[in-house]
């Protein structure tokens, strides 16, 4: 089973030479931690940067310069600032290459809920929407199943949708599997973890074909 | 050259009347317009509909407006920093109309560019796209979105001049320039106000065609939502 840095690892070796790349709040961000030695990515930050870098050194916190988790960040060299509208553009005219971000649940046919419970939490949906509705390469980082044991992974979601179709890719602390016609395929195993284990942790219908390998990381 | 230069944010806010519409620029507490808000709470105007990405934090930024109840509705794609927001939007007291932060942006730029509605695929399939028309192009559905329209829109950059030309700074850019198109009066504060002919030209991000007054805010807290930071080693 991994952690959530595990997770971030997996999802790191995703990444291609020359992607520019968004990543989400929370176990998205720290795939940033984990990019291989011999690739160069470019991390867009919807709020308005391409080019974003590590966290500043202590003291060297600038106000004007943060990511899109409000998070006080650092400007590589080559980097870009913009307006909202150019940021959008961007991710909408698809030219950001890979998406990750967190949710709370995924349907089998790639639908993903990940920012509404009714009568809960209503924090609204930043640029999750946009960002679904126009990247090809969308990949979910999350867990398996939530606080209460149940599988996120369903045949259907129960919570408002934030886009339809979308999930190419899930890796998940037990799993890697990708979203088909059919369901979720599963591709590769975490450690430690059996098919079996993801299957009773899958609610949606999963595709077991041949040997599943366990992940490298 | 037009006067467009005012003495600061109490003549800045001249003609915000309840019930009328404004636009603030700002991502979190990024490039938040800070002295217009503290006029504006301090002006009283009530039943305000607020344009703005988010919603401040309990006790800054637009967070101020919503302790003294000066909100009635809140445009926005995240609100999630803000306890007192959720509290009055649960409760029912505040209208909240939350919208993509894409989509947001684009309303802004579409009523400042003269373009009335547009279509986007962000929202399709969702709540959002609740009783708007829904069209296919190149296969794949996009939704019917407005231009916003408001009275005033709030901006804030980092430095400005008498022609009401605008120059940002860092990720504080964000919603201002196109929130400054939009407004049919906007309101630009800055840390730095200089005569004309100081910016150059070239690196003018906001041209002052779309700014009608100005002013150099007295101070500003800039404050941090979430300090990040590393260690040497």
Known sequence: MLDKNGIAKRIAKELQDGYFVNLGIGIPTLVANYIPDNIEVEFQSENGILGMGPFPFEGEEDADLINAGKQTITALNGASFFDSATSFAMIRGQHVDMTVLGAMEVSENGDIANWKIPGKMVKGMGGAMDLVASADNIIVAMMHTNRAGESKLLPKCGLPLTGVGCVKKIVSNMAVLEVTENGFKLLEVAPGVSVEDVKNATAGKLIIEGDIPEMDI | ?233
Request: aromatic share 8%.
């Open chain 2, 1 to 233: 050259m037009i006067k467009k230069v005012v003495n600061g944010p109490d003549e800045a806010i001249k003609g915000i009347k309840d019930g009328m519409t404004l636009m603030l620029g700002g991502f979190g507490l990024c490039g938040i317009p800070e002295n217009s808000i503290l006029a504006l709470r301090k002006n009283g105007a009530k039943d305000l509909t607020c344009i703005s990405n988010n919603a401040g934090v309990d006790d800054f930024g637009l967070g101020l407006l919503l302790q003294t109840r000066q909100i009635k509705k809140m445009i926005s794609s995240y609100v999630g920093e803000n306890d007192l927001f959720e509290k009055l939007m649960l409760s029912g007291e505040l209208e909240v109309d939350l919208i993509p932060q894409g989509t947001l942006a684009e309303r802004c730029r579409a009523s400042g560019a003269g373009i009335p509605a547009f279509f986007t695929p962000a929202g399709y399939g969702t709540e959002v796209a609740e009783g708007k028309e829904v069209r296919v192009f190149n296969g794949k559905p996009h939704i019917l979105e407005h231009a916003f329209e408001a009275d005033f829109a709030f901006v804030k950059a980092w430095k400005g001049d008498e022609a009401g030309n605008l120059i940002f700074k860092g990720t504080a850019r964000n919603f201002n320039p196109m929130m400054a198109m939009a407004g049919k009066n906007t309101v630009a504060e800055v840390e730095e106000l200089v005569p004309a002919g100081e910016l150059d030209p070239n690196t003018v991000h906001t041209p002052g065609i779309f700014v009608q007054r100005i002013y150099q805010g007295e101070q500003y807290e800039k404050r941090i939502e979430q300090r990040t930071v590393r260690t040497r080693n």
